[in-house]
Nanobody
Framework: HVRLMESGGGSVQAGGSLRLSCAAS????????MGWFRQAPGKEREGVAA??????????YYADSVKGRFTISQDNAKNTLYLQMNSLKPEDTAMYYC????????????????????WGQGTQVTVSS
């Protein structure tokens, strides 16, 4: 059971950038599909991006709404997952969570929160217009 802790959230204006971090309690490379999710008030939790280490640079997956703006990456030496968020929009405002699942989830239903048994406590991102 890996423990996860997010940080890096905050308030920015539209067009700005933030980098979220997710520190894991153990080595996660090749053992987990690591995902970022977000949940806005009154809305369902949605998958933002996922990362599966392996090969050259690993495999990345993104929701259409963030493609070209967000980048997911992982520093194996630090057991830390990142989400670089650029060109932020007010609709990106949400609580952001990182999560860990079995590695095969990444190539399948990476965007489905029910597939992830391990979650962090979340970090708030607020984007003002």
């Amino acid at each position: 059971h890996v423990r996860l802790m997010e940080s890096g959230g905050g308030s920015v204006q539209a067009g700005g950038s933030l980098r979220l971090s997710c520190a894991a309690s153990e080595y996660t490379s090749s053992r987990y599909c690591m995902g970022w999710f977000r949940q806005a008030p009154g809305k369902e939790r949605e998958g933002v991006a996922a990362f599966l280490p392996g090969g050259i640079g690993g495999s990345t997956y993104y929701a259409d709404s963030v493609k070209g703006r967000f980048t997911i990456s992982q520093d194996n030496a630090k057991n830390t997952l990142y989400l670089q968020m650029n060109s932020l929009k007010p609709e990106d405002t949400a609580m952001y969570y990182c999560a860990a699942a079995y590695p095969w989830i990444c190539s399948g239903r990476w965007y489905t929160s029910d597939e992830y048994p391990n979650w962090g406590q979340g970090t708030q991102v607020t984007v003002s217009s």
